[in-house]
C-alpha cells in the first residue's frame, strides 16, 4: 500500500533528508587513503545523533552498523569495519538513513579516494547522471515504469549494466515502504504517480555484468564478476510542481 504524505510531512522529511545529506557528506569528506570505514560510520552516527536523529540503518534486519560502506566491487551493503583501510584509487559508496521526529530520509553517494581511474570517475558520473535521469520523470501522472527506463537508458546506452536484485523504495514512517522503485523498466507500466508519494532513486550500476552475489556475512554485495560499482540516491517527494529532493544540506 502505498502511503502519501501532507505538506506537513513533507517539510519534517526534508528535515529527516537534510541530517543524512549531512551525514553523508560529512564522511565523504572524510574519505581519504588510510581512513577505515569504521571510522565513517562513527562520523555519520555522531552527525546523525548530534542533529537528533538516529542512524535509520543502525539494527535494521539486525544491520550493525549505522551506515553501508561499499568500496569498489562492493555493490551495496558493506559493512563497515576498523581493518578496512581506504587506498588510494578507491570508489566508496556510502549510504546513509537518519530517522527525525517520527520520518526516515535516505541518500547514498559514491566517493573518490585519492586519485581514482577515468573508467571509475566515468562509473561514478554516469550513475549519478543517471539518478538524476531517474528523477526528471518523478512527476505526477508518470508511472514507475518512466523512472527506471530514464535510469536503464541513460546507463545501458554507455555500455554499463543495471543492479536488477535490488531497487529503490518508498520511504516514510518507515525505511523501506511500497512501492518498490526498480532502476530499469518500461515506459508508462507500473504505479501511477501521484502527489504526496516519496520514494527513494537509487540506482546501483556495474562496470561490467548487472549480476551480484551476496556474501556469507548475509549483507556485503558484491559484482559476480569483481569489477567495479556505483550507487547514488536521494529520497523525493513528487508533488504537482515537480520532484522535490528531500535529502540535500
Ligand atoms: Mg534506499
Known sequence: M???KSARDLSVMR???RISSGALHAAGRAVRPGVSTLELDTIIREYIEKHGARPSFL?????PASACISVNNV???GIPGKDQILRDGDIVSIDTGAFYKGWHGDNAYTFPCGNVSEEAKHLMETTQKALFEGISK???G????DIGAAVQRYAEARSYSVVRDFVGHGVGAK???DPNVPNYGTPGHGVRLLPGMVIAIEPMINAGSRRVRVLEDGWTTVTADGRLSAHFEHTVAITSKGPVILTQP
Do not use: D, K, S
Open 2 to 4: 502505498v502511503i502519501l
Open 15 to 17: 528535515e529527516a533528508g
Open 59 to 63: 539494527g535494521y534486519g539486525g544491520f
Open 75 to 77: 555493490v551495496i551493503h
Open 138 to 140: 518523478a512527476i505526477p
Open 142 to 145: 508518470n508511472r514507475i515504469g
Open 175 to 177: 525505511l523501506h515502504e
